[in-house]
């Protein structure tokens, strides 16, 4: 079975600093998404970024961007500049790519980011 | 607006009182999915439904029950809720064949038995 483990529970960041979460996954598959949610104290859940796995590319959004280890199983989430707005829960999840059961999102515990002023 | 609407937002109730949280979507979504956060755990899967009357277990199903009778709304049903119900849930919806979308979710519903 397919876990995403996110070692981090807590980060803090300073203002106009750069952050980086972890992330790692356990499959067995090729052919597979990943992607960073985040989710303020609205509880809303955003996407922030996604990566394919057959796409050695690491994806950038503005100012995240992740460093994707195929070969590691690692999948880190980079925020630069960070501001104020970016304080919230992040979650790393996992998606296969292939239809019926196994297309479910699998999600890490989070790690909760606290942005300093 | 494309959306996913999940109604209430807070839910308080006592032990063994039926309730219902309802998920309606408005994306034409065939893929359906509740799931429930709690702090240390990330988000479960509950249930999930492929499309109409389709239906089947996530991976913690148990005191939970769903229907799927149209497309647009995929109800939780909780028929004892017990303190262990207490948590946050989420409804959410993906297109099938678009693994890469992700998911459109809900706005979540706290959820407190007493």
């Known amino acids: 079975a397919q876990t995403v483990t996110q070692s981090q529970p807590e980060m803090s960041v300073q203002e106009a600093e750069t952050v980086t979460l972890s992330c790692t996954y356990d499959?067995?598959?090729?052919?597979?998404?990943l992607f960073w949610y985040k989710q303020p104290p609205s509880r809303q859940m955003i996407l922030v970024i996604r990566?394919?796995?057959?796409?050695?590319q690491n994806a950038t959004e503005n100012r995240f961007s992740v460093n994707f280890q195929k070969a590691a199983k690692s999948f880190s989430l980079k925020i630069s500049d960070s501001q104020l707005g970016d304080a919230a829960m992040y979650f790393c999840?996992?998606?296969?790519?292939?239809?019926?059961?196994?297309?479910?999102?699998?999600f890490g515990t989070g790690t909760l980011l606290a942005v300093q002023p | 607006e494309a959306q996913v609407t999940q109604n209430p937002r807070y839910l308080i109730t006592v032990t063994g009182k039926k309730l219902t949280v309802t998920c309606s979507q408005n994306?034409?979504?065939?893929?359906m999915s509740w799931y429930r956060q709690d702090p240390g755990l990330g988000l479960r899967q509950i249930y999930y439904?492929?499309?109409?009357?389709?239906?089947d277990k996530g991976d913690v199903p148990e005191g939970y029950k769903v229907s799927r009778k149209e497309k647009r709304n995929f109800p939780l049903i909780l028929e004892s809720p017990s303190p262990n119900q207490t948590s946050l849930y989420f409804c959410?919806?993906?297109?099938?064949?678009?693994?890469?979308?992700?998911?459109?979710f809900g706005s979540g519903t706290r959820l407190t038995v007493v």
């Open positions: 999840a996992y998606r296969n790519n292939y239809g019926g059961a196994t297309n479910k999102l699998i």
């Open positions: 499959t067995s598959e090729s052919d597979y998404y």
């Open positions: 990566q394919e796995a057959y796409k050695q």
């Open positions: 439904s492929m499309n109409v009357e389709v239906t």
């Open positions: 959410a919806s993906s297109p099938t064949g678009r693994p890469n979308y992700g998911y459109t």
């Open positions: 994306m034409n979504h065939e893929y």
